[in-house]
């Protein structure tokens, strides 16, 4: 994420980026981010997966759903899916027209 904020590849610029974890007050039960990145009101919220398995969309209408504890903090959101194995194909047809929404692989960050 630092290099793609340097090479000017992000939607937003941030000086602070990490984990989240809380108390989700809908739900009444501890959620976790793998990071999140802001600046104002907007936000990176990313899911990282280290699986032999290829991501679904699950992963990622459940990083949705955890991000709507931060609705009246940001109005912009972003999701980033970070995957060793790819995306499975219902996952990739589900976000192929919303451009808030990058699937980055091990390969692509490697150039491998």
């Keep these: 994420m630092w290099r793609a904020l340097k090479d000017k590849k992000l939607p937003i610029s941030f000086k ?3 984990r989240w974890w809380g108390n989700n007050p809908k739900t ?3 959620e976790e981010i793998d990071f999140i990145a802001k600046s104002k009101n907007k936000a990176i919220f990313g ?4 699986r032999n398995e290829k991501l679904d969309i699950d ?3 459940n990083l949705i759903r955890k991000s709507d504890i ?3 903090k940001y109005t912009q ?3 980033y899916l970070f995957s060793k194995s790819g995306f499975t194909s219902r ?3 589900g976000v192929t027209k ?3 929404i990058e699937l980055i692989e091990l390969k692509d960050i490697y150039n491998v």
Excluded: A, T
């Excluded at 899911?47 to 280290?50: A, F, M, V």
């Design 77 to 79: 959101k972003y999701y």
């Design 28 to 30: 009444k039960e501890q």
């Design 98 to 100: 919303n451009k808030n």
């Design 59 to 61: 992963v990622l209408n």
């Design 47 to 50: 899911e990282c997966k280290y």
């Design 91 to 93: 996952l990739l047809e």
């Design 70 to 72: 931060f609705d009246k």
């Design 16 to 18: 602070k980026i990490g």
